[in-house]
């Protein structure tokens, strides 16, 4: 086994309180699967037959469109203009109905043949298979590894690479030297992570099957370099960005050094950002430290810093963590091509280390810009964040544990719909839900807070939820099931009951990790009978007064 860690040393378990005053945590699901937006299956009971189905569904203007008659089954079609959720509470309400469910769509999972694809059980992990069945790559957009070269010779690479660059020695961006050669293994592994060539019958598989790479020689043959190489290297892959406008390049550094005690660099900072405004987006991998130290060129800002997760979506032993990190993904026995020039053969190792979980997030970054190439960088690295799975503390995982097949489907269908509106009110309703949030009053951490909503009617419960980053949610329970939040993994701040002036106020008080950062809020409010989902409020919190904010060499991780 080759491995790319420093060690495992005795992890501390570290809790991280976003909020010291939290009512019980209501979970919601991701996002509801997709179903076809005006059918229902519908299970008769025992006592009553296709004939009361189809009379039904006509008192709505609707019809029966298919019939599994050993099953006491229909397929209904709703009438136009009526609403599912109407038609599905009016079925579910008759005596004669055993249940109403929404039509979903299934889709394919496309499985490669790759004689190494059943060793690589990470891939189903993050749901890659499924996300294949929509996208396996596109020819525009480009992978650049920045990395100690790439066997280009290699089986499951070959055909795949761009003229790429070495700057090691005397060559700069601008004069590169074409010799590419990995003669350490490490760049390899890494770009065949990303984007082998899959569903070949040899090797293993690639996250994005037909993304190319662009070679970029940063490290040495030893597998070290310096920050100066490593700008080079991020300018040739800006340039080549700029110089081909119909490609979408995404960078990958699964290289870093400690920089707890000086901090990212400033020369690096500005290659990375001149990369970002030329539309690039730059992925990296977090370390192998084991602990919370600083790692740079990770902790730069416009860079998606990514742990380690291991087969029980735990952090791995040897992964960095710390508020820097924005994503993880499974960086433990991750099969895939090693090969160097002075050996012939195409071989494959199982590596170990985040340098592996960092190019899996650019192979699905790959993916999701194949999707709709109209995406900036920024959006992709958003659809990233908002799909990302919740398995922890954000210390440790960022946003979460990235998901290929949410991902691809969010990048595929476009913006979210809107929530649906509320139902129309019956003759004589209830008061239908209503209600403005108002943002946190004073909005600074580690003291109390005051957030509201107002106009609600009285009695109406509001619950509160607030997320670091937006998205979508679907909310399973309750009055308002079926709508959305525009949040990503929503946490609960907490409810309370509408008074007689129509307003509904919660004091919690903000965790002092929240100082300086900016969150999201959002607000559900419910009567007996009607769903409101307030306007989403953006909010910067402030630390509290007193409180602290919170060069060397680069190696393969």
């Given at each position: 086994m080759m491995a790319c860690n420093g060690g495992i040393p005795t992890r501390f378990l570290i809790a991280l309180f976003l909020f010291l005053a939290l009512s019980s945590v209501e979970y919601l699901a991701y996002a509801e699967e997709e179903y076809v937006t005006d059918e229902l299956i519908v299970k008769m009971k025992s006592d009553a037959g296709q004939s009361r189905a189809e009379s039904l569904a006509s008192s709505r203007g609707a019809r029966v469109t298919k019939s599994f008659s050993d099953l006491r089954m229909v397929v209904v079609q709703l009438a136009p203009g009526d609403t599912l959720e109407d038609m599905q509470r009016s079925l579910e309400n008759n005596p004669d109905v055993e249940y109403a469910e929404k039509n979903y769509i299934v889709y394919a999972d496309l499985t490669p043949n790759d004689p190494r694809y059943g060793q690589q059980s990470y891939l189903s992990v993050i749901d890659a298979p499924q996300a294949w069945g929509t996208q396996t790559g596109n020819s525009n957009v480009v992978i650049a590894v920045l990395d100690t070269g790439v066997e280009t010779g290699h089986e499951d690479i070959s055909g795949k690479t761009l003229p790429g660059c070495s700057v090691i020695g005397s060559f700069t961006e601008n004069s590169c030297g074409t010799n590419v050669d990995d003669n350490h293994g490490?760049?390899?592994?890494?770009?065949?992570?990303?984007?082998?060539?899959?569903?070949?019958?040899?090797?293993?598989?690639?996250?994005?099957?037909?993304?190319?790479?662009?070679?970029?020689?940063?490290?040495?043959?030893?597998?070290?370099?310096?920050?100066?190489?490593?700008?080079?290297?991020?300018?040739?892959?800006?340039?080549?960005?700029?110089?081909?406008?119909?490609?979408?390049?995404?960078?990958?550094?699964?290289?870093?050094?400690?920089?707890?005690?000086?901090?990212?660099?400033?020369a690096e900072q500005d290659a990375i950002t001149a990369a970002w405004n030329a539309g690039v987006l730059v992925v990296a991998s977090a370390g192998n430290s084991g602990n919370s130290n600083l790692q740079c060129p990770a902790a730069a800002d416009h860079v998606i810093a990514v742990s380690a997760t291991d087969n029980s979506d735990a952090l791995a032993g040897f992964s960095s963590f710390g508020s820097f990190v924005d994503l993880a993904a499974p960086g433990v026995n991750i099969v895939n091509a090693v090969g160097t020039s002075n050996v012939a053969g195409s071989f494959y190792a199982s590596w170990s280390g985040t340098s592996f979980s960092s190019p899996i997030v650019s192979g699905v970054a790959g993916l999701v810009w194949s999707a709709d190439t109209t995406l900036t960088n920024a959006e992709v690295d958003q659809i990233l964040k908002d799909t990302a799975e919740n398995i922890g503390s954000s210390l440790y995982f960022g946003e979460g544990r990235v998901n290929a097949d949410f991902a691809v489907d969010l990048a595929s269908s476009g913006s979210p719909a809107p929530p649906t509106p509320a139902p129309t009110p019956a003759p004589t309703p209830p008061p239908a839900a209503s209600g403005t949030l108002s943002g946190f009053n004073p909005g600074t951490a580690g003291i109390k807070n005051s957030l509201s909503v107002t106009g609600a009617p009285k009695g109406a419960v509001v619950k509160f939820y607030y997320s670091r980053t937006t998205g979508t949610t679907s909310i399973t329970t309750g009055v308002c099931k079926g709508k959305a939040l525009n949040l990503s993994s929503p946490i609960s701040l907490g409810s309370a009951v509408a008074d007689s002036t129509g307003k509904a106020t919660i004091n919690p008080t903000l965790s002092s990790t929240l100082g300086g950062r900016t969150v999201y809020v959002q607000s559900r409010v419910e009567t007996s009978a009607s769903c409101k989902i307030t306007n989403r409020v953006t909010q910067s919190i402030k630390r509290r007064s007193g409180s602290s904010s919170g060069g060397g060499s680069f190696f393969p991780w």
């Open positions: 490490h760049g390899t592994g890494v770009a065949g992570t990303a984007a082998a060539k899959t569903n070949n019958s040899l090797g293993a598989a690639g996250l994005c099957w037909n993304c190319p790479i662009l070679p970029v020689k940063v490290l040495s043959d030893s597998g070290s370099g310096t920050l100066s190489d490593t700008i080079e290297g991020i300018n040739f892959a800006r340039n080549y960005a700029l110089n081909n406008p119909t490609k979408k390049v995404v960078i990958n550094m699964s290289l870093g050094r400690d920089c707890q005690a000086s901090g990212v660099s400033l």
